[in-house]
């Protein structure tokens, strides 16, 4: 239904009520939630209640689990969550997802999951560009301020140290199982041997197990155990090892189940290594410079060239044929392909091209970065490689009195079956004081040989996992030499192929440079042209210059100058649209109102 010109001046106000208005995000009400926190954090005092009352009132638990269950923090994993608020924190709190990823090794879903999610919880600010960039402002006390809110965050360091401390104790545990079995398994021989010969010579005064020589009781005490106490016990025993720390006991676990995966944190290096190198190239990489941090296969040969006639011509050579491993880091970096002008294939990712990091900060983490790097690269020769899988992590003489004590527990264990089978033997125990050892026989037999199995087992697995791991390290270092030395055949072509990606690299970025820093003056026209000609890559800094929209200010006039801004920009396109129409510049009318079309757009 449309309105009448007289119903139009009734009501002035309908036209601009029924126009539509962008919505603004539900994080720019932040500030009323600042205004809003002290008073809901205030307790209230109980009906009836006086002020004193009041003031020792308590805060309903149910209420206390419903704002856990709010908080959007307690749902992810505790470990993906403190890797990003370390990044972070190392970072200077002004970050955008694509610094985080690269920071932390973490996939770039994940990272925007998780700073979403602390942003929210700890009140962080929101800052978006005019290319729709988003940059994180976090308090510097924000990790304080989230732990204050969230009770399982607060409960976390004492959850993890209780668990490390019951894995230590199970290594330390086993190992003196060990030592007990063969203890009970010897006792138990010597008193059934003795016991053979009691039957044969009579009762002796005291005996072996009477009052002159054991008493009962214990024969290993526990509190032994503490002169094993490290206070180190949350590290891996493979840790322990690098610094000769391992004792006995932790030696004997270590022979038995390993010391877990020698490669926990590589997939986090290498990511991290993954993400740097594309950020120093500006974004644009190929399949052949992201193949040292994957899985790729090994490079197909070099071609013969084919003699036709009295000229040689040699096939064009593609390193890789099938570049469908570069699918994870396009999937966890955010990358997209793109094809130039000669079919060539090339890798961008928009999200480590930008930067919300100053750049007296990044010069910094990059010298850090790049230091720490190359000490790892010079032990992996220059490519970050797996580790492959070994028995155990203690050192010789720990492993020779282990196999010495095993082999002495499973002999004796042989023995002590063969005295058992005797029908006599459980009444002979009964009366040393060791009956319990017929009904324990069982699980020390089974011990006995699983200390040995297990480690067999683990040897042939272990076999097969470093089969694998050679091949892809082979591969990797194979893919690092094709860029370092490529083959004759193959140099002009590569070369081109790398020179039309760093060129992408630079374009973006001297593109996006020179949007911005229009009237910067002649000086930074002349800083971003010897930026391009020298080639100086890495992520654009998204500047406070760049926000459009900031949620720690008031939103409504935020909008307002937004929409100034945009009014005044199509005034300015449509004035040059019919200056170039009046002026007859070539353009033409046609010419004049294209180009203030360009303007609106």
């Known amino acids: 239904m449309q309105l009448l010109p007289s119903a139009q001046r009734l009501r002035p106000g309908l036209a601009s009520a029924t126009r539509p208005r962008p919505v603004p995000s539900p994080l720019s009400l932040a500030p009323l939630a600042r205004r809003a926190l002290p008073a809901c954090r205030r307790p209230?005092?109980?009906?009836?209640?006086?002020?004193?009352?009041?003031e020792a009132w308590a805060p309903n638990p149910a209420d206390l689990v419903k704002r856990e269950m709010g908080l959007q923090s307690n749902r992810l994993q505790p470990e993906l969550r403190e890797k990003v608020e370390q990044a972070v924190q190392a970072l200077g709190y002004r970050v955008t997802v694509g610094d985080v990823a690269a920071a932390a090794g973490v996939p770039l879903a994940r990272a925007d999951e998780v700073l979403k999610a602390l942003a929210y919880d700890t009140q962080a600010s929101l800052k978006v560009s005019?290319?729709?960039?988003?940059?994180?402002?976090?308090?510097?006390?924000?990790?304080?301020?989230?732990?204050?809110?969230?009770?399982?965050?607060?409960?976390?360091?004492?959850?993890r140290a209780v668990a490390n401390a019951g894995a230590y104790l199970v290594r330390v545990a086993f190992g003196t199982t060990l030592i007990a079995s063969v203890i009970i398994v010897f006792l138990a021989i010597t008193a059934l041997l003795r016991g053979r010969d009691d039957r044969d010579d009579g009762p002796r005064g005291g005996g072996y197990y009477g009052g002159g020589g054991f008493h009962g009781g214990m024969f290993f005490n526990v509190t032994d155990l503490l002169w094993y106490w490290s206070p180190r016990y949350y590290e891996t025993s493979a840790e322990r090892a690098s610094r000769g720390e391992m004792n006995f006991l932790e030696s004997v676990f270590s022979f038995v189940f390993g010391d877990g995966d020698p490669n926990t944190g590589y997939e986090e290096r290498r990511w991290k290594a993954l993400a740097e190198a594309i950020r120093e190239?500006?974004?644009?990489v190929t399949a052949e410079e992201m193949a040292p941090y994957l899985d790729p296969p090994e490079p197909v040969p070099v071609p013969a060239a084919s003699l036709y006639g009295s000229s040689a011509v040699a096939e064009p050579y593609v390193p890789y044929p099938d570049e469908g491993f570069v699918v994870p880091a396009l999937i966890k970096l955010g990358g997209e392909p793109e094809v130039d002008e000669k079919g060539r294939i090339l890798y961008r990712f928009p999200a480590l091209q930008k930067t919300g990091v100053k750049k007296e900060k990044r010069w910094s983490l990059f010298g850090r970065r790049r230091a720490q790097q190359q000490e790892e690269e010079e032990e992996a020769g220059g490519v970050p490689l797996e580790s492959p899988w070994q028995l155990t992590a203690a050192s010789s003489g720990q492993l020779f009195g282990t196999l010495l004590l095993g082999v002495l527990n499973l002999v004796g264990v042989a023995v002590l079956g063969g005295l058992l089978a005797d029908p006599r033997a459980p009444y002979v125990l009964a009366a040393q004081g060791l009956g319990w050892v017929t009904a324990a026989a069982g699980p020390l037999q089974l011990y006995a040989l699983g200390f040995f199995a297990i480690p067999g087992l683990r040897w042939l697995l272990n076999g097969r996992k470093n089969e694998a791991i050679e091949a892809r390290n082979d591969a990797r270092i194979a893919a690092a030499e094709l860029l370092e030395s490529p083959p004759r055949a193959a140099a002009s072509a590569l070369e081109s192929k790398l020179a039309a990606a760093r060129l992408l690299g630079e374009r973006t970025s001297a593109t996006s440079d020179m949007r911005i820093d229009t009237g910067a003056g002649a000086a930074a026209d002349a800083d971003r042209r010897r930026a391009v000609q020298g080639g100086r890559l890495g992520p654009r800094l998204v500047g406070d210059e760049d926000v459009v929209f900031d949620s720690g200010r008031e939103a409504g006039r935020q909008l307002e100058a937004v929409e100034a801004d945009d009014w005044e920009q199509r005034l300015a396109g449509k004035g040059e649209g019919r200056g170039g129409a009046r002026r007859g510049d070539g353009w033409g009318g046609r010419g004049g109102r294209g180009s203030g079309g360009d303007g609106w757009r």
Not at 44 to 54: H, I, N, R, T, V
Not at 150 to 155: D, T
């Open 44 to 54: 209230l005092p109980a009906p009836g209640a006086s002020k004193a009352e009041g």
């Open 281 to 284: 190239r500006g974004g644009v």
């Open 130 to 159: 005019n290319e729709g960039d988003v940059v994180y402002g976090f308090s510097p006390d924000f990790r304080s301020r989230l732990s204050s809110r969230s009770l399982v965050v607060r409960a976390m360091p004492a959850v």
